[in-house]
């Protein structure tokens, strides 16, 4: 820490107006983060990123636009317009150190709490689509009817 503010790296700041010396890349929020299972081997953070940035825009539309609060030497914005925003902050994959491949498993952090609310949400229809569409089996071992699913009338 002591060479961040001997180097005044202190004052940086990051796009999302945070200064550079309070950005710790360990600090997992649980109200903003998933924990991601099942995934493959060697699968990537850009394609679980990719993954979870179109499905929070198909839930929630485009993710707001970012002011960026960087500054060049001189004092002048780097960026005048706004830059466009992302519903995904961070992935990380848990990795073997020895081989670097995937261990299955990863974190995705998001912007806010509403995005977890909505991927819990997307996770827990699916299940109960999925259920509803089984099979059940009686006691006897005889296969009943599946359970049929009625909507409402403007549902989907």
Same mark, same amino acid.
């Given at each position: 820490?002591?060479?961040?503010?001997? /180097?005044?790296? $202190?004052?940086?700041?990051?796009? $999302?107006?945070? @200064?550079?010396?309070? %950005?710790?890349?360990?600090?997992?929020?649980?109200?903003?983060? +998933?924990?991601?299972?099942?995934? $493959?081997?060697?699968?990537?953070?850009? *394609?679980?990123?990719?993954?979870?940035?179109?499905?929070?825009?198909? *839930?929630?539309?485009?993710? @707001?636009?970012?002011?960026?609060? /960087?500054? %060049?030497?001189?004092?002048?914005?780097?960026?005048?317009?706004?830059? @466009?925003?992302?519903?995904?902050?961070?992935?990380? +994959?848990?990795?073997?150190?020895?081989?670097?491949?995937?261990?299955?498993?990863?974190?995705?952090?998001?912007? $806010? @709490?509403?995005?977890?609310? *909505?991927?819990?949400?997307?996770?827990? /229809? *699916?299940?109960?689509?999925?259920?509803?569409?089984?099979?059940?089996?009686?006691?006897?071992?005889?296969?009943?009817?599946?359970?049929?699913?009625?909507?409402?009338?403007?549902?989907?």
């Amino acid at each position: 820490m002591h060479e961040i503010v001997d /180097a005044e790296l $202190d004052k940086v700041m990051l796009p $999302d107006g945070t @200064p550079l010396s309070h %950005r710790s890349a360990s600090t997992i929020d649980p109200k903003r983060t +998933i924990f991601v299972g099942n995934l $493959d081997f060697e699968a990537h953070e850009e *394609e679980v990123r990719g993954l979870f940035e179109k499905l929070m825009c198909e *839930e929630r539309g485009p993710p @707001p636009e970012v002011t960026s609060h /960087a500054v %060049r030497l001189d004092g002048t914005p780097v960026h005048t317009e706004p830059l @466009p925003g992302e519903w995904v902050q961070s992935v990380r +994959i848990v990795r073997d150190k020895a081989t670097q491949l995937g261990k299955g498993f990863a974190y995705v952090k998001f912007v $806010d @709490p509403l995005c977890v609310d *909505e991927m819990v949400a997307l996770a827990e /229809a *699916e299940e109960a689509f999925v259920a509803a569409g089984r099979p059940q089996f009686s006691r006897q071992g005889e296969v009943q009817s599946a359970k049929k699913i009625n909507l409402q009338e403007g549902q989907e």
